[in-house]
């Protein structure tokens, strides 16, 4: 409309114009021929009588005039439409260039308040992950860890992406059921430091932060990096499109893969089954999380029970017991074995172990079967088959792990039927460029046959093979690992192999002495992960004293010795009871496969007749 109106203002005085020249010629008729002209419409028509030419040129022009203005619009609003969008793109081509700068300035500044009327609701900002890793590995466990740590060694520019569903960085998970607990820091639970038995300090944490790249970061860094996604759970597995997706929907593509999942752990069904209220007084432990729930728990409960004989509910038991003196905490410990770890002890051990157990201030109820549990009048009441009633304020359900194999079904990835996790060969691969490392692989050891194996020094091995493996090495999983518990400062052991109270045994022991120790131990090694001290030496570097007598033992005196595990007159496995740092021997007596005439010799081999 503006534009029409501008061109009626040009058009307009030459509407006039003719207008007035239209005029003056009927005045010059009149006075030509003296009479008034009659000015009616049929005058104004085309035709030649009296002045119809001027008439004609004035329609000429005023069309003419129209014709134009509507052609000046058109072209005008065109116009305008044009330069109208080239300058929404350019503002939002600036919009998004500036959009970091102020998403930094967000991030600094205070929020607005929501009261008020300028208040703008802040957007939140999406962080841009990687669409691509070299090196992914899904689980952000010990095995992970030790697999980032072995990539970047032998590929000092690697870029390894790990992937966790966990809010926590990369732990060791010993610690959590151990020294913890004798920690005498009262925010423990917060800073996750410990000493260990010989005093020093140490964090549970592999790295610091600031060890890690930034996952935005990791494409760009020149040298590459480790960057851990924390909080993201892989729900999908193409192993035909080398890429994943996670919890979110985000897809990310690898070159190579590590599946670390580790594993859950199991509840028993009669729990289960019990409901909500039995549910949430219910601990599953095995994260920092269930650390500090249960450390919390222990100090505002009256009374606790673990359900489980095994490695995880011994230690509990034991680093509860010692803490219900000072805070009034009553403790038990059912299993439905005669004797703590009795699945792995042979059964005189196993019966010393309950008494240790028993004199840490834990209840011990053994040949304890769970029938049902139940909720009632503010407690939780634990039924035995026997008939044996136990009532309690809390459970710890210890009683063992299921491997996390959710990624089999999308990935075609084959699972063992019998010891479960993901089925690998002897170079820990599930096709050829995803590996398998941890609780979750079932492997293929050279010396044993197929095994899975859920300790922290198999986790550090296996992740440390997988590794290499994913750089290029092609070497088999043949090294032993080990494994460790303690019961406390004072009683501590090593095992290696299959070690299985159903297999035939072989005990050696000696009187112990005041460095026979897990305290001791670590001091000589420095760490209290005694893995960590672990080395690869030959056994004819030590000095074995084959010449010593093997001196009398006290009846139920199991102060320190080698338990042998036989199958087929073959020692398969090895533990090593108060016996430390000599865990190559063992290693190099099961790689070797021989038959031995007399154990009692070969126990010699560790020394555990020194003084």
Not at 167 to 173: C, E, G, I, K, W
Not at 338 to 345: C, S
Not at 403 to 431: H, I, K, W
Not at 457 to 467: I, K, N
């Amino acid at each position: 409309m503006l534009k029409c109106r501008a061109a009626w203002r040009r058009l307009a005085p030459l509407a006039r114009a003719s207008s007035t020249l239209c005029r003056q010629n009927a005045k010059r008729a009149v006075l030509r021929n003296e009479r008034r002209p009659d000015l009616n419409c049929s005058q104004m028509s085309t035709a030649p009588s009296g002045g119809g030419r001027e008439n004609t040129l004035y329609v000429v022009l005023v069309g003419a005039a129209c014709l134009g203005g509507g052609v000046y619009a058109y072209r005008t609003v065109l116009g305008d439409k044009q330069r109208y969008q080239e300058r929404i793109s350019e503002i939002a081509s600036r919009t998004r260039r500036v959009e970091p700068e102020q998403q930094k300035v967000q991030t600094q500044t205070e929020p607005a308040d929501p009261d008020s009327e300028t208040a703008v609701e802040p957007t939140p900002v999406v962080p841009v992950l990687p669409e691509h890793a070299p090196y992914l590995l899904i689980g952000g466990g010990t095995a992970s860890f030790a697999a980032a740590r072995s990539i970047r060694a032998r590929d000092p520019r690697a870029r390894v992406l790990i992937i966790t569903d966990e809010q926590d960085l990369p732990y060791m998970r010993p610690p959590l059921s151990k020294e913890l607990w004798f920690s005498d820091d009262p925010a423990v639970t917060e800073t996750l430091r410990f000493k260990q038995w010989n005093g020093k300090e140490r964090s549970i944490y592999f790295q610091p932060p600031s060890f890690y790249v930034d996952p935005v970061e990791l494409t760009k860094v020149e040298n590459g990096g480790v960057a851990v996604m924390t909080g993201k759970k892989v729900v999908h597995m193409d192993v035909r499109g080398n890429k994943v997706r996670l919890c979110d929907g985000s897809e990310i593509t690898y070159d190579k893969c590590l599946i670390a999942t580790g594993g859950i752990p199991r509840n028993m069904q009669v729990i289960e089954r019990a409901g909500e209220e039995v549910t949430k007084r219910t601990t599953l432990f095995r994260k920092i999380d269930d650390f500090k729930s249960l450390e919390k728990i222990s100090r505002t409960v009256k009374s606790i029970t673990i359900i489980g004989g095994g490695f995880l509910g011994s230690e509990l038991a034991c680093a509860l017991g010692r803490k219900s003196a000072d805070v009034g905490l009553e403790v038990m410990q059912m299993f439905p074995e005669k004797g703590n770890m009795g699945k792995v002890l042979p059964e005189y051990l196993s019966n010393w172990t309950t008494e240790k157990v028993r004199r840490e201030g834990v209840q011990v109820l053994t040949e304890a079967l769970v029938k049902n549990v139940n909720f009632k009048e503010g407690k939780v009441e634990i039924k035995l088959k026997d008939g044996r009633v136990v009532k309690t304020d809390h459970i710890v359900a210890a009683v063992g792990l299921e491997p996390n194999v959710d990624l089999a079904t999308s990935g075609g990835l084959e699972v063992d039927s019998d010891f479960g996790g993901y089925r690998v060969n002897a170079e820990l691969q599930a096709r050829s460029n995803i590996w398998v490392a941890g609780d979750a692989a079932c492997f293929y050891d050279i010396k044993l046959g197929r095994r899975r194996v859920e300790h922290h020094d198999h986790a550090v091995v296996s992740g440390r093979l997988a590794g290499e493996n994913m750089t290029g090495a092609s070497k088999p999983y043949w090294h032993q690992s080990m494994f460790w518990s303690d019961l406390g400062p004072d009683v501590g052991y090593e095992a290696i192999g299959i070690v299985d109270s159903s297999l035939p045994t072989v005990g050696v022991f000696a009187k112990a002495t005041a460095k026979d120790t897990p305290k001791a131990a670590t001091e000589q090694s420095g760490t209290g992960i005694r893995s960590e001290s672990e080395t690869e030496a030959v056994a004819g570097k030590m000095s074995p004293t084959l010449s010593t007598p093997i001196p009398p033992v006290a009846k139920d005196d199991y102060g320190k010795g080698v338990i042998f595990y036989l199958r087929d007159n073959v020692v398969v496995g090895i533990i090593l009871w108060n016996v430390f740092n000599r865990m190559p021997i063992a290693r190099k007596i099961i790689k070797d496969g021989e038959q031995h005439a007399d154990l009692n010799e070969v126990a010699k081999l560790f020394n555990i007749h020194e003084d």
